[in-house]
C-alpha cells in the first residue's frame, strides 16, 4: 500500500526553464511534507518542506505547494539549473515521527 | 558532528549467508530509520526507532530480516539468510526528538548478494 505516491519517474526540462514534480498522499493524517534530493552514490538530503496549515512554501528558487482537498503536492524549481538534475523524493508524516517516502523522480535538466 | 555513518558502504554476499548493516545516528537525535531503496518502491520504511525501542517494524518484509538498537547511538539491521532479491541500498536516517522536522541521511549500504 503506497501511501506517497509520485507517478512520474522521470522528467527532462530545458535549463533556466521551470521544472514541476508532483506528488499524491493517501492518508488525510499526515501533516507535514517535505521534499528530499538525492544524487547517485549519497543519501538523500532534506530540500523544503512544508506544515499542512499552509498551502505555499518558497526558499529560493525552490516553492512547495500543498493542495489538502486534492491530497497534492507539487515542488516547482524556478529557473532550473543543471545542477538539479537529481532523482527527488516527496516524503510526509502524520506527526508520530514516522516519515514516508514516495518512489522518487529522476529530474534531468539540460543545458 | 559527522552526521550520520553507515558501515560498510558496500557488500557483496552469498546467498544464504548472514548480513549485518551498521548504523551510528546523529548524537542527540532520538528517532532512527531503516529504509530500502529500490526502483519500484522508491524509500521503502522498514522500521523505526524511538529512544532505542522499535516503534513500527511493519515494513520488515519477512522474517529474515531483524534490527536492533542496543543504544542511543548503534543499530543494526541484519538479514539471514540473505537472497539475491535483498539487493538494494539500504539507508539508515536519525532526526530529532522534536515533530515536524528533516531526518538525516547516511550515504547508504549498497548490499549485493549473489
Known amino acids: 500500500d503506497q501511501q506517497v505516491k509520485q507517478n512520474s519517474p522521470s522528467l527532462s526540462v530545458q535549463e533556466g526553464r521551470i521544472s514541476i514534480l508532483n506528488c499524491d498522499y493517501t492518508n488525510s493524517m499526515f501533516d507535514y511534507f517535505l521534499w528530499y534530493k538525492k544524487y547517485p552514490a549519497e543519501g538523500p538530503t532534506f530540500l523544503i518542506s512544508?506544515?499542512?496549515?499552509?498551502d505555499k512554501n518558497e526558499d529560493g528558487r525552490f516553492t512547495v505547494f500543498l493542495n489538502k482537498s486534492a491530497k497534492h503536492l507539487s515542488l516547482h524549481i524556478v529557473p532550473s539549473q543543471p545542477g538539479d538534475s537529481a532523482v527527488y523524493f516527496c516524503?510526509?508524516?502524520?506527526?508520530?515521527?514516522?516519515?514516508?517516502f514516495g518512489q522518487g523522480t529522476t529530474l534531468q535538466v539540460k543545458p | 558532528d559527522a552526521g550520520v555513518i553507515q558501515s560498510p558502504r558496500h557488500e557483496v554476499t552469498e546467498m544464504g549467508q548472514e548480513v549485518t548493516l551498521r548504523c551510528k545516528p546523529i548524537?542527540?537525535?532520538?528517532?532512527l530509520f531503516w529504509y530500502r531503496q529500490t526502483m519500484m518502491r522508491g524509500l521503502e520504511l522498514l522500521i523505526y526507532?524511538?529512544?532505542?525501542?522499535?516503534?513500527?517494524d511493519s515494513g520488515m518484509p519477512e522474517d529474515r530480516f531483524s534490527a536492533k538498537m542496543p543504544n542511543a547511538s548503534f543499530s543494526t539491521l541484519k538479514i539471514q539468510p540473505s537472497e539475491p532479491r535483498d539487493s538494494a541500498v539500504y539507508f539508515c536516517a536519525s532526526s530529532p526528538l522534536y515533530m515536524n522536522t528533516e531526518a538525516f541521511f547516511g550515504q547508504g549500504t549498497r548490499l549485493t548478494v549473489v
Open positions: 516524503a510526509a508524516t502524520p506527526n508520530t515521527g514516522k516519515l514516508i
Open positions: 512544508i506544515s499542512s496549515i499552509k
Open positions: 526507532f524511538n529512544n532505542n525501542v522499535p516503534i513500527d
Open positions: 548524537s542527540g537525535h532520538d528517532y
